[in-house]
C-alpha cells in the first residue's frame, strides 16, 4: 500500500504541471491586458509600458510561465495584480468558506441521495420508486444559476425565512473571512452568529447540493440492485432472512464502493463548480474570488485557485483508492 500511494502522489506532479500549462497559456490567449484594466483606458503609452515592466508582463510567455511554476513548487504563487497582496494568502482567506460550502453541500447530498436511492431499490416499480426517478432527473435536468434565483426568491423575497445573500449579518460583529465561521461560533459558544451563519448556508447549500444528490440517488440506486441481485442476497433470503437485515447487513457494503467513488468526484466537483453558486448567492469563498479576477485579468490569482483545485481533486481520488481497500478487503495495492 505504502509503495502505492508513493507512486500515486508522484504522478500528480506531471498532472498538476499539465494543469498549470493549460492553464496558463489559455488565460494569456483569451485577450485582455492587466494594465489597461488597472490604469483604465485613458491611460498613456508610457504609463502602461511602466506597469507591464512591474508587473512582469512584458517579458516573453516561456519566462513568465517558468517563473510561476517555479513559484508554484514552494507554495508562491505570485502577487495578485488587482490588490497587490500575495495570491497565497488570498486563497487561504476564501478557501475554508468554501469548503464549508462544499462540505454541507456534499453532507446534503449523501443524506438525502442515499435515502431516494435506498429507497427507490428497495420499493423497486413502486409509487416511491418513479417520485424518486422523476427527482433525480429533476435535479440532473435543473440548471445551478436559475435554481438558486428561484431559492431567493422563494425562501428569500416571499418567504422571508432566509438571508438571501452573504455569509453573516455584519451587524452580529461577526467577520465574514472567518475559518469556518459556523464550527468556529459554535465552539466558542457564540450561538447568534452560529445561527446567523448556518441561516446564511443553508440556501446555496441546497443549490450547490442538488446535481450532486441526484447523481448519488441515481448510482446508489442501480447499486444496491445489483447488489440484491447476487447470489448471497438470493441465498439469504432462502434462509429465510428479513428483507431489511438483507440491505443493510449484507447489500448495503457492496453497494457502497460505487457510490463512494462517486461522492469523492463529486466533492472535488463541487470545490471548482461553487463559482456560480458563490457568485449568485454573494458567498465569499474561491468562486467569488475567481470571477473577480477573470474579469480584471488576474492571471496569478486565477492559475494558483486552479491549481490548487487540481491538486485537491487528485487527493481526493487517491483517498477513495485507500477508502476502497479499507470497505473491502479483497482488494489489495501492490
Known amino acids: 500500500m505504502a509503495s502505492y500511494l508513493l507512486r500515486r502522489?508522484?504522478?500528480?506532479?506531471?498532472?498538476?504541471?499539465?494543469?498549470?500549462?493549460?492553464?496558463?497559456?489559455?488565460?494569456h490567449s483569451a485577450g485582455g491586458d492587466p494594465a489597461q484594466i488597472m490604469l483604465g483606458s485613458r491611460a498613456d503609452p508610457a504609463s502602461l509600458a511602466e506597469l507591464r515592466r512591474e508587473?512582469?508582463?512584458?517579458?516573453?510567455?516561456?519566462?513568465?510561465?517558468?517563473?510561476?511554476?517555479?513559484?508554484?513548487?514552494?507554495?508562491?504563487?505570485?502577487r495578485s495584480y488587482r490588490s497587490n497582496t500575495p495570491v497565497a494568502a488570498e486563497i487561504a482567506a476564501r478557501f475554508p468558506a468554501t469548503i464549508e460550502l462544499a462540505v454541507a453541500a456534499m453532507g446534503i447530498a449523501i443524506v438525502a441521495g442515499g435515502i431516494?436511492?435506498?429507497?427507490?431499490?428497495?420499493?423497486?416499480?413502486t409509487v416511491l420508486d418513479y417520485l424518486g426517478s422523476a427527482g433525480v432527473l429533476l435535479g440532473i435536468s435543473i440548471p445551478t444559476f436559475w435554481l438558486g434565483i428561484i431559492v431567493i426568491i422563494v425562501f428569500g423575497l416571499w418567504l422571508r425565512w432566509l438571508p438571501i445573500?452573504?455569509?453573516?449579518?455584519?451587524?452580529?460583529?461577526?467577520?465574514?473571512?472567518?475559518?469556518?465561521?459556523?464550527?468556529?461560533?459554535?465552539?466558542q459558544g457564540n450561538w447568534a452568529v452560529a445561527g446567523d451563519a448556518l441561516r446564511h448556508l443553508i440556501m446555496p447549500a441546497l443549490t450547490l447540493a442538488a446535481w450532486p444528490a441526484a447523481i448519488v440517488a441515481r448510482m446508489t440506486r442501480a447499486s444496491l440492485l445489483e447488489s440484491l441481485g447476487q447470489d448471497y442476497a438470493r441465498t439469504a433470503r432462502g434462509k429465510g432472512l428479513p428483507e431489511r437485515l438483507i440491505?443493510?447487513?449484507?447489500?448495503?457494503?457492496?453497494?457502497?464502493?460505487?457510490?463512494?467513488t462517486v461522492v469523492g468526484l463529486e466533492f472535488g466537483t463541487l470545490l471548482g463548480g461553487a463559482v456560480v453558486t458563490e457568485t449568485i448567492f454573494a458567498w465569499p469563498g474561491l468562486g467569488q474570488l475567481t470571477v473577480t479576477a477573470i474579469s480584471a485579468r488576474d492571471y496569478q490569482v486565477v492559475q494558483g485557485v486552479v491549481l490548487l483545485l487540481a491538486a485537491v481533486f487528485v487527493l481526493l481520488n487517491l483517498l477513495v483508492d485507500v477508502l476502497y481497500a479499507v470497505l473491502d478487503p479483497r482488494i489489495r495495492y501492490g
Open 55 to 78: 508587473l512582469g508582463l512584458d517579458r516573453p510567455l516561456w519566462v513568465q510561465y517558468l517563473d510561476f511554476a517555479s513559484g508554484a513548487a514552494r507554495g508562491d504563487f505570485g
Open 9 to 27: 502522489l508522484l504522478l500528480t506532479i506531471p498532472i498538476l504541471l499539465g494543469v498549470s500549462l493549460l492553464v496558463f497559456f489559455m488565460l
Open 116 to 125: 431516494v436511492g435506498a429507497v427507490a431499490a428497495v420499493r423497486r416499480h
Open 247 to 260: 440491505v443493510v447487513r449484507h447489500a448495503a457494503r457492496n453497494a457502497l464502493l460505487p457510490v463512494l
Open 165 to 187: 445573500s452573504g455569509r453573516v449579518d455584519p451587524r452580529l460583529g461577526a467577520a465574514p473571512s472567518v475559518p469556518f465561521l459556523t464550527v468556529t461560533s459554535l465552539l
